[in-house]
């Protein structure tokens, strides 16, 4: 990977992409050889949101690969509560580990850490803009069940505040994918997203409607809608529960559908649909192991 941090998926190229994936199938196929790789690297994760996966997920990658990890643990038993700036607690938690994992709720909160840290920063989630670590594990599992060239993907749901759409979008870009988007009006892609997409020549169309192009897609990658993004509750309740999947939804779909979610889903995806063929979710979120200890194998070997 050229650079050392991973903060947006607009700065990984398809090379950056195939090396992590890649590396993944390898810890995959043989995960004894990885076990001591990084034994005495510390990890530190800086969460100033919720999360399950993504922290335990990082968390467990790194211990696999015989590390450790330092959590600040939640804001509120923080020093954040005490009115630290961010800059400031970055600056600390990289006096105690060797990389960092960051989740905060604002938009360019990464980019903005990334300037006063010397260690890698792996940007795990800002505000509504990128998680493009989740985007490798994406990447990977539809490599596993579809293949990434010559596909066809619809992404469906929250398409302006889900960061997961975000940076699963632009990496797809370095891809043979026609990429169509199904969502309500008011929650159609942001501006910058769009001009990424345009810039880059993707093969793009939106849709209010899963129907119209349903029985074409080879994956459908379903989001939650971001509840805790809205402004005004109201305009939440507008769309909430508009999309739905359920056994009469795929009907027109093709056998060989692949569904992922990154998770946590509230009701977009109906638990019927969890034991058949088409759902690859649960296996998209154990796949964030392989693919993170992926990840933080190249990103600390940069460093060495
Ligand atoms: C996503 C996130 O945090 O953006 N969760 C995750 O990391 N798997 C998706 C979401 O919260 O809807």
């Known amino acids: 990977m050229r650079q050392d941090h991973l903060i947006s998926a607009v700065d990984l190229s398809r090379e950056d992409i195939e090396a992590v994936l890649d590396r993944a199938a390898e810890i995959d196929a043989n995960p004894a050889a990885f076990r001591q790789r990084h034994a005495g690297t510390v990890l530190g994760l800086c969460f100033f949101e919720p999360s399950t996966r993504t922290r335990m997920s990082f968390d467990t990658a790194m211990k696999r690969l015989g590390g450790q990890t330092v959590d600040m643990g939640p804001v509120e038993s923080s020093s954040v509560k005490k009115g630290e700036t961010l800059a400031d607690t970055v600056r600390v938690v990289e006096g105690y580990a060797d990389a960092l994992v960051l989740r905060h709720p604002s938009e360019g909160a990464a980019t903005m850490a990334a300037d006063f840290v010397n260690v890698p920063l792996v940007n795990a989630g800002d505000g509504a803009g990128q998680h ?65 997409l345009h810039a880059s020549g993707a093969s793009v169309k939106e849709h209010t409607e899963l129907d119209e192009v349903l029985p074409e897609l080879d994956v459908l990658y379903v989001t939650r809608i971001q509840r805790e993004r809205f402004p005004d509750e109201n305009e939440y309740r507008k769309v909430a529960g508009e999309y739905k999947i359920d056994d009469e939804t795929l009907a027109a779909a093709s056998d060989d559908l692949v569904i992922m979610h990154p998770l946590p889903r509230v009701d977009e995806i109906s638990p019927e649909i969890d034991d058949s063929d088409h759902a690859k979710y649960f296996e998209q979120a154990h796949n964030g192991i392989p693919v993170r200890m992926a990840l933080l194998d190249i990103l600390l070997s940069n460093d060495d």
């Open 132 to 196: 493009p670590s989740q985007t490798l594990l994406d990447l990977y599992t539809i490599r596993e069940n579809a293949g990434l060239d010559d596909l066809t993907i619809g992404i469906m749901g929250d398409l302006k505040y889900g960061r997961t759409v975000h940076s699963l979008a632009e990496a797809l870009t370095n891809f043979d994918v026609n990429q169509h988007f199904i969502s309500p009006e008011s929650l159609q892609l942001p501006r910058n997203v769009r001009y990424d």
